[in-house]
């Protein structure tokens, strides 16, 4: 026996929604972690709100694919071999090509000092690990895309 909640069932149309664009393609969200725990969940907290996701296991993977694909969002950890995140946000606001998009710092370190370093940095946003909620990922990504719409 399956009993469905009419308020669920609204609240995830509506995410759903929110997760495509003017032409009904889903939006995709571009997550540069290099640990693959934090990758997978991140991935499936997205997903689960109706976006495609891809990887990237560090800055360096993560411009090459956001220069190479249409990436709509970046949630990208700060702490990262090869070319951490602020790097990687310095190189994708000095291109033409992503010097516009959205990106969500999501790091392990959680000081005012270090979110205020990201801002500065050309982040949209900043989340620390410490505090992360499944909800506020998605809250967050789908208004920093409905703002860069408008």
């Keep these: 026996l399956f009993v469905l909640s009419p308020q669920a069932l609204l609240s995830q ?7 495509t664009d003017s032409r009904g ?3 995709t969200v571009l997550v540069a972690d290099d640990a693959i725990t934090t990758r997978s969940l991140l991935r499936s907290v997205l997903e689960g709100g109706g976006y495609r996701v891809r990887t990237a296991a560090d800055g360096d993977e993560a411009l090459r ?3 190479s694909e249409p990436i709509d969002l970046l949630v ?16 994708l606001r000095s291109d033409a090509r992503t010097s516009m998009l959205p990106v969500v ?7 005012e000092e270090d979110r205020q370093h990201g801002l500065a940095a050309g982040a949209s946003a900043y989340l ?14 789908t208004q920093l895309l409905k703002e860069a719409a408008s």
């Design 76 to 91: 990208s950890d700060v702490r990262m071999p090869r070319l951490d995140g602020i790097a990687l946000l310095h190189k």
């Design 65 to 67: 694919i956001a220069r």
């Design 13 to 19: 149309a509506g995410s759903l929604r929110l997760a």
């Design 105 to 111: 710092l999501f790091s392990g370190a959680n000081n």
């Design 128 to 141: 620390a690990k410490d505090d992360f909620e499944r909800g506020q990922l998605v809250d967050v990504v």
């Design 25 to 27: 393609r889903r939006r």
